[in-house]
T-cell receptor
Framework: GAVVSQHPSRVICKSGTSVKIECRSL??????MFWYRQFPKQSLMLMAT?????????EQGVEKDKFLINHASLTLSTLTVTSAHPEDSSFYIC???????????FGSGTRLTVV | QQQVKQSPQSLIVQKGGISIINCAYE??????FPWYQQFPGKGPALLIA?????SEKKEGRFTISFNKSAKQFSLHIMDSQPGDSATYFC??????????????FGKGTSLLVTP
C-alpha cells in the first residue's frame, strides 16, 4: 500500500533555531500534501495544503513566514519551522494524496520540542 | 468552526462488546467519510471509509453506518478487543478542488477496551 515516510520522528531544538521536517511518498506521486498540527489529546488541525510546484495555501491563523512549506517534487514535501519558540512544540503530521483520488496517506508524525 | 462533530469524547467498553462512535456534519458538499485510528505518538491510520451513495459498509469487525438525510455517520466496532484501545477520528472531505480536498476531522474519541 501507499507509504509516506516522515522524518525526524522526534526533534528537540533550542528556541530561536529552525527545524525542517520531511515527508516522502515512497511508492506513489503525492500531488497534494497536507500538513497538520496536533496538540496532546486534541484533533488534527490543518495548517496548510500544498500542490506540487505551487505555493502552499495556509489556513487562517497560520503564519506562512514561520511555517515554510516546500513541495518541489511529487515525492517530497518539507515543513520548516523558523525561529521556533516553546509554543511551537507540538506533533506535526503530513498527509499525502495522489491526483483526484480520495486516499489520504499519513506520515508517522514528528514530535517537536522547543526548549 | 468544527465542521464535523464527534461524540462521545471518551468511551470504555468491555472486551467483546460493541463500541459505537457517532459523527455529524453540516456541509452537504462532503462526499467522503473516513474513520481513522491513532495510537499515541503515531500518525492516523485509515480504518474504513464510506461514500454517501451507500448506507453501510463493513470491513471485518468495523462497520460504518451512514444516514445522508440526517447528515450523520457512525463507526461500530464489533467484538471490541484491548488492542482496539486508541483514539478514533471521523473525518469528511469534499470532492471539490476549491476545498483542496482537505479532510475535516472530528475532535476524536478515546476508546478504552477493558479485559
Amino acid at each position: 500500500g501507499a507509504v509516506v515516510s516522515q522524518h525526524p520522528s522526534r526533534v528537540i531544538c533550542k528556541s530561536g533555531t529552525s527545524v525542517k521536517i520531511e515527508c516522502r511518498s515512497l511508492d506513489f506521486q503525492a500531488t497534494t500534501m497536507f500538513w497538520y498540527r496536533q496538540f496532546p489529546k486534541q484533533s488534527l488541525m490543518l495548517m496548510a495544503t500544498s500542490n506540487e510546484g505551487s505555493k502552499a495555501t495556509y489556513e487562517q491563523g497560520v503564519e506562512k513566514d514561520k511555517f515554510l512549506i516546500n513541495h518541489a517534487s511529487l515525492t517530497l514535501s518539507t515543513l520548516t519551522v523558523t525561529s521556533a519558540h516553546p509554543e511551537d512544540s507540538s506533533f506535526y503530521i503530513c498527509s499525502a494524496k495522489s491526483g483526484t483520488g480520495r486516499g489520504y496517506t499519513f506520515g508517522s508524525g514528528t514530535r517537536l520540542t522547543v526548549v | 468552526q468544527q465542521q464535523v462533530k464527534q461524540s462521545p469524547q471518551s468511551l470504555i467498553v468491555q472486551k467483546g462488546g460493541i463500541s459505537i462512535i457517532n459523527c455529524a456534519y453540516e456541509n452537504t458538499a462532503f462526499d467522503y467519510f473516513p474513520w481513522y485510528q491513532q495510537f499515541p505518538g503515531k500518525g492516523p491510520a485509515l480504518l474504513i471509509a464510506i461514500r454517501p451513495d451507500v448506507s453501510e459498509k463493513k470491513e471485518g469487525r468495523f462497520t460504518i453506518s451512514f444516514n445522508k438525510s440526517a447528515k450523520q455517520f457512525s463507526l461500530h466496532i464489533m467484538d471490541s478487543q484491548p488492542g482496539d484501545s486508541a483514539t478514533y477520528f471521523c473525518a469528511a472531505s469534499s470532492g471539490s478542488s476549491n476545498s483542496g480536498y482537505a479532510l475535516n476531522f472530528g475532535k476524536g474519541t478515546s476508546l478504552l477496551v477493558t479485559p
